[in-house]
């Protein structure tokens, strides 16, 4: 069975271009969430999506940013236009539900680095 | 409201040598606490967790026991070897929080032969 997957894994562009991160999350996991860890520190909630509904987005950092889940299986995150405080790494997760002792499996982020 | 904060790093340790790393909260209620592993080139992976107050998670020799009258969760291993030089995070799961983990800032670990 495929892991969370990622792409692009690295991607540099410049300020004011745009860039779209897609994740696959692992077949049959209804939730996806997008995280991020910007400048070493710590890895911070973007949002959550339960099929193709935000369930939570409450960690977006403001309107540059664009999560969308069509059809409630592969999701994409728009930066748009891009600022040198977005570059960081973007992690997108899923898991199957969100009971107490569900895991969650993360894929291995896009790293993003805005010049 | 709900945070993390784990010891800064990096830490460098000789394989072989007892490695600690720690991690205290705060939070509201009852949180689940986790420790994640990044080893190079990799994604997240859970290494433990513990969802209530004296239980102790394990794993691949690591052992770690949620505290409530300290709120600490520190990470604790015998014997590293290299092969666990990786980043490691602390994070909780407040109670009800649909899965949206708090993770602390990541500790960098660094084990040479």
């Known amino acids: 069975e495929a892991g969370v997957t990622q792409f692009p894994s690295h991607s540099v562009i410049e300020k004011g271009q745009t860039v779209t991160l897609r994740c696959d999350p692992i077949?049959?996991?209804?939730?996806l969430y997008w995280y991020r860890r910007v400048m070493g520190k710590e890895i911070k909630f973007l949002l959550h999506?339960?099929?193709?509904?935000?369930?939570?987005e409450s960690g977006m950092p403001n309107n540059r940013f664009l999560a969308e889940r069509t059809g409630g299986t592969y999701s994409t995150l728009k930066v748009q236009p891009a600022e040198l405080e977005d570059s960081g790494v973007y992690f997108c997760?899923?898991?199957?539900?969100?009971?107490?002792?569900?895991?969650?499996?993360f894929g291995e982020g896009s790293w993003l680095t805005v010049v | 409201g709900n945070s993390v904060t784990q010891m800064e790093g990096p830490v460098t340790l000789s394989e072989e040598a007892f490695l600690t790393i720690n991690c205290t909260y705060t939070?509201?209620?009852?949180?689940?606490l986790f420790w994640y592993v990044q080893y190079p080139g990799e994604g997240l992976q859970l290494l433990l967790k513990?969802?209530?107050?004296?239980d102790k998670g394990s794993n691949k020799g690591f052992e770690a026991t949620y505290r409530k009258e300290t709120t600490s969760f520190h990470l604790e291993k015998g014997s590293v070897q290299v092969s666990d030089s990786a980043v490691y995070f602390c994070?909780?799961?407040?109670?009800?929080?649909?899965?949206?983990?708090?993770f602390g800032a990541g500790t960098r670990l660094a084990v040479h032969p």
């Open positions: 997760a899923s898991s199957r539900n969100t009971n107490e002792g569900n895991t969650i499996y």
């Open positions: 077949s049959g996991h209804d939730n």
């Open positions: 999506f339960v099929k193709e509904s935000k369930q939570d």
């Open positions: 939070a509201t209620g009852y949180p689940s």
């Open positions: 513990a969802t209530k107050a004296d």
């Open positions: 994070a909780l799961r407040p109670p009800g929080g649909y899965n949206k983990l708090i």
